[in-house]
């Protein structure tokens, strides 16, 4: 239970349930000329997806051109000391999947939980 005097958002770390990957996309030149886009696993790790609100929705509809409410969740991961994502980064919690960054929010001070709105890509 959440107590007055703390500075945070309650967020239970059982809910991260959901093996995700941080990756980035990288270009890269073919010996036989031309480029391709591979991507490059930052790291995978723990995370909870939630559900969006229908303000944040209707925020990010518009911004990105998504078109269902399905195309749109907030991913929270555990913070590290070694790792901080960023907007270049996307999430891939299944191999068919994957989830642009939006929006960066820690949840508390210190940080211990990062929640991150994304937007599926098709």
């Not at 996309?25 to 490059?40: H, V």
């Not at 998504?66 to 969740?73: E, H, R, S």
């Amino acid at each position: 239970m959440k107590k007055p005097f703390e500075n945070k958002e309650f967020y239970d770390p059982g809910r991260l349930r959901s093996k995700v990957k941080f990756v980035q996309d990288q270009t890269t030149k073919k010996p036989s000329g031309g480029t391709q886009t591979i991507e490059n696993t930052i790291l995978e790790t723990w995370a909870g997806k939630e559900n969006v609100s229908g303000y944040t929705i209707a925020t990010v509809l518009n911004e990105n051109g998504a078109t269902v409410q399905n195309d749109v969740a907030y991913f929270v991961i555990r913070n590290r000391d070694n790792f901080y994502p960023d907007k270049t980064m996307f999430i891939r919690p299944n191999f068919n999947e994957k989830w642009q960054i939006h929006r960066i929010k820690q949840l508390d001070e210190p940080v211990t939980f990062i929640q991150l709105l994304c937007v599926r890509l098709k």
